[in-house]
């Protein structure tokens, strides 16, 4: 299984969107900033939405049209699923 995400800094900051095969080995990488780069530096760690595809190709090819998204769409995929804005990453455990 391959998985699209959006990580938030906080309800309605700043979004990361990326993908992965293993969503729970990574989003804990967010969250520990094990890496530099953009979500380490504006601290971007809440699991806030996700998505499961069969292929790492359709995963790769959603993150890219999310990632082209306007903000404002972003945010209503995020609130259809988790209104609360809650971290989902507690779920995952």
Request: aromatic share 14%; hydrophobic share 40%.
């Amino acid at each position: 299984m391959f998985y699209v995400y959006i990580l938030a800094s906080r309800r309605n900051g700043t979004l990361y969107t990326g993908s992965t095969d293993d969503l729970l080995k990574r989003v804990a990488e967010h969250r520990e900033k094990l890496r530099d780069g953009f979500t380490a530096r504006y601290a971007v760690s809440r699991l806030v939405w996700y998505g499961a595809h069969d292929s790492r190709e359709t995963a790769f090819v959603r993150e890219r049209r999310i990632k082209e998204w306007r903000r404002e769409w972003k945010l209503d995929l995020i609130e259809r699923m988790n209104p609360e804005w809650a971290d989902l990453f507690e779920t995952l455990l």
